[in-house]
T-cell receptor
Framework: AQSVTQLGSHVSVSEGALVLLRCNYS??????LFWYVQYPNQGLQLLLK??????LVKGINGFEAEFKKSETSFHLTKPSAHMSDAAEYFC?????????????FGTGTLLAVQP | IAGITQAPTSQILAAGRRMTLRCTQD?????MYWYRQDLGLGLRLIHY???????GKGEVPDGYSVSRANTDDFPLTLASAVPSQTSVYFC????????????FGEGSRLTVL
């Protein structure tokens, strides 16, 4: 069975500071990993995904994540936070079951960006 | 471009009533999903459908049913709503397979009193 754990339900950074959101996964098979972002009163949208190609994955809005098998981690980073990055971020692992793309989500990390 | 449309956006419902949340996609995706989002619990899969005519149970299926009569529509029904079903419900679709992106609707906020 697959699962993800997001460390820290709330993270606060200053504008211009490094953003680091942590995600660790558990998977009995090579995982496909995702980061989604949710802005207030909206659905989720994909930031980036790892599907066994390059271990460093670049996404939208300047975010990137590095797949580290030895640490079972897929942490999300951005060098310099913007006010517009304030949102909730979800890490997810693909629960592969035949052809079913069942995403298993973490509990989310709410990012606050202080001016 | 509509993507995924959910209705209603918000609903207050008395316990014991029947409720259907509607979801329609215009991307011709094979797979569709229903998740519920609760504070501190993230998103949990209720039911899914790999293709029209088939459905499957997710992590928290009890009290919910779905149907997939065609590619575009994937309604979620609460036969007899209970307060613990108060949540925000998201419909999503994808092309299927383990590597694909899911596209989400904007959610339906349901309050059961």
């Amino acid at each position: 069975a697959q699962s993800v754990t997001q460390l820290g339900s709330h993270v606060s950074v200053s504008e211009g500071a490094l953003v680091l959101l942590r995600c660790n996964y558990s998977s009995s098979v090579p995982p496909y990993l995702f980061w989604y972002v949710q802005y207030p009163n909206q659905g989720l949208q994909l930031l980036l995904k790892y599907t066994s190609a390059a271990t460093l994955v670049k996404g939208i809005n300047g975010f990137e994540a590095e797949f580290k098998k030895s640490e079972t981690s897929f942490h999300l980073t951005k060098p310099s936070a913007h006010m517009s990055d304030a949102a909730e971020y979800f890490c997810a692992v693909s629960g592969l079951s035949g052809a079913t793309n069942k995403l298993i989500f973490g509990t989310g990390t709410l990012l606050a960006v202080q001016p | 471009i509509a993507g995924i449309t959910q209705a209603p956006t918000s609903q207050i419902l008395a316990a014991g009533r029947r409720m259907t949340l509607r979801c329609t996609q215009d991307m011709r995706h094979n797979a569709m999903y229903w998740y519920r989002q609760d504070l501190g619990l993230g998103l949990r899969l209720i039911h899914y459908s790999n293709t029209a005519g088939t459905t499957g149970k997710g992590e928290v299926p009890d009290g919910y049913s779905v149907s997939r009569a065609n590619t575009d529509d994937f309604p979620l029904t609460l036969a007899s709503a209970v307060p613990s079903q108060t949540s925000v419900y998201f419909c999503a679709s994808g092309s299927g397979g383990g590597t694909g992106e899911l596209f989400f609707g904007e959610g339906s906020r349901l309050t059961v009193l």
